[in-house]
């Protein structure tokens, strides 16, 4: 299957649709995402047009998830030991919570499925114009749908960790977390998540090889396998070893460069009105491979 860059923030970053994703541990971004979602009832009744509100649902934390989000050598090692990143894990594990969370359907699929093609075109056209509406009376920010919603939000991101480059002892953990890797981006961004990068590649290079649709044109694809677990365990064997590797390489930078991470990252998803701060650090590794 495959997932494209208009779908990617909602498949891996979370949406208003009603998938779940930890949150920032903020009521705040809560509570602001809840006021979109009245408010873009509010103007969908006014339009005459149907439309349940869809809030994502509070998250409850796993165990170990808040330790590894804070660079918790232990908690990290625990993790990368079985699933190594949680690029192959979800093919090996079908059944495991961890990296196959259950998925909250839409309350709307059911009344969006009854609908004709002319219909569906119109109701999604006043729902994106409801939503931009919706964000610039509850946030005061103008987006003209909710992929450049998505898409402002990881602009948003990008920017404010841009001041972790300048971080002196960042910079100096970078410098030996490089050389350990032996690679050259020396940039702390740039180096967190740069070694799952990698792994994602490789997946979506053996997900291309069995695909035989058709390729959405003008868009930026990312292709995730799907194999078996027999078959997907000798790739995540190699997965778990890349990932104790890089752990071992950046454990003194991951202890300094996630809590600062997470800290900015669940500040810019406050202002946006979103949880799911948690579940940026694997988006921002797709759409960077994207």
Known sequence: MFIAKAVAATLLAG???G???PPSGDAAAHEKQTRLEVRRVACMTEKGLDYIASPEPRYTWQSGERERLAGDLEALRAYRAKYGFGVWAPNVYPKDS?????????PNNKMLMSLSAGQLKKWRATDESCFSQAVKEVLG???TSQEDYSDQLEAAVRKSLSVLDR????VQLG???AACLDVSRTEPTALDGLSHTKIVRQASDVAKKAWQGERPKGRTVIFRP???PAQARPYLDKEIKAALKDLECGKGFYAAYSPKAMEITSRVYQEFGREGAAQAIPSRIYRRFA
């Open 19 to 21: 998938l779940t994703s």
């Open 167 to 170: 971080d002196t002892q960042l």
């Open 226 to 228: 799907n194999l078996k």
């Open 15 to 17: 949406s208003f649709g």
């Open 175 to 177: 410098k030996q977390f």
């Open 141 to 143: 920010k103008t987006v």
């Open 98 to 106: 961890v990296v196959n969370p259950v998925q909250q359907e839409n």
